[in-house]
Structure formats: structure tokens, C-alpha cells
């Protein structure tokens, strides 16, 4: 645990080494501010922030693959690999450790938006309903936690950052939009599956502020399976 929580830090600290872990946080909080100020902040307006979490959910797309694009791909490209896999750390450990990491960053870049809720509740009457905002922050989390174990993969499979990036983009595109996909044409069993891989029916449950554990179980399990797929990604390359 303590190999998992070195790296998580050393990975953390990373991104605030290089002007993308900046430049991601100051664009994200850009966009998400102006969307609190013109979409939410309105005279005679439902206290809500709900279009907040629409645009963040979308601003994951491009955002989560920028952070998880280098967490493997870097390491490969510069030699930097070396060292780390003929350490006495397991593969497992070292994966688990980096997308810690990253997830310490997407966490650093929510934080500054609890500013929106707290503004809502000082400047609007009746004060906004708790429940629906505290939904919208797991669903953002999740979403964003889900979005980088796909974004570890990818990372894990190629020394290639835009190749990385595009993956992960891909796949979340692809993860979103099934449900707008006419489907009855496929076999049933194919339908199945696409559906129980649809993110838009669970996130769209987390915006009305319904917490599903079962919507719950789903994302972190996901996550660790993708997690176990990086793992035997990154112990290929021992095999080689």
C-alpha cells in the first residue's frame, strides 16, 4: 500500500510540473464559471445546477483523456518504464498508483466548483435542494473515474499520447451515444450488451438526483475490471 500511495503522489505532483495539468484546470473551471454565470446565476430562475453538470459531464470527454493520456505513454517513451518495472513493485501496484494519482488531480480540479453550489445557496431564495447537487458531484466523479481506467488502458497499450488520447476519447463517445443508436436491427443478445454498456440511462438518473447503488456498483466495478485489463496490458510487456 505504500508503493500504491508513493506513486499516487509522485503522479499527482507530475501534473503540476508541466503546463497541461494548469492549462486543463484554468479551461475547465473557464467553461464550467461561465456556464454558472450565465446559465444558472438568472433572475427568476430555479435554484439549480443542473445545466453545471450537464456541460462538466460533457467537458469529460476531452478533459479525462488529456490527464490519463500520459500516465503510461510517457513513461514508455522517454525510458522511463525501465526503472519502474524492474523495481520491486507489482503491476498491479504501479497501475493502481498512477490512476490514483490522476484521480487526486480530477479531484483537485472538482474542488474549486463547490464555489457554485455555495454561491447558489447565499444569493438564491428558497436555497437549492441538496440531494440533487450531491447526486450530480458522485455522478461527476464516477463518470470521471470510469473515463480514466479506459484512459489507463489505452495509456498502457501504446507509447503513443495521441494515439492514447483518441482511444479513450473514442470509446467514451462511443459509450455515450449507444443509446441514441438504432439497435433493433442486431441481434438481441448484441442489444443487451450495448445497453448494459450505455452511460447516458445512468448518468441521466444522477442529474435528477436518483443515487442507484446499483448505477454505483456498476461504475466502480467497471472500473476495476478495466483496471485488471491494464494490469495484463502492462505485464505483456514483461513477456515480450
Known sequence: MTAVLVIALREFRSF???????????????LTGAVFATAIL???????LRPFFAIAGWLMLPVVPAISMRLFSEEFRTGTIEPLLTSPIRDGSLVLGKFAGASMFLLAML????????????????????GPIAAGYISLLLLGML???????????????????????????????VPSISTQSLPLGAQRILNALSLSPRAGDFAKGVVDTGHIVWFVASTGWLLVLATLALQSRRWR
Open 42 to 48: 438568472v433572475p427568476g430562475q430555479p435554484a439549480t
Open 111 to 130: 474542488v474549486p466548483t463547490l464555489a457554485y453550489p455555495l454561491t447558489l445557496w447565499l444569493v438564491s431564495d428558497p436555497s437549492p435542494d441538496p
Open 16 to 30: 503540476f510540473r508541466i503546463p497541461v495539468g494548469w492549462i486543463v484546470i484554468a479551461l475547465f473551471l473557464l
Open 147 to 177: 473515463a480514466l481506467s479506459i484512459g489507463t488502458v489505452a495509456s498502457a497499450c501504446t507509447s503513443s499520447q495521441t494515439l492514447a488520447f483518441l482511444a479513450t476519447l473514442f470509446v467514451m463517445l462511443g459509450m455515450l451515444l
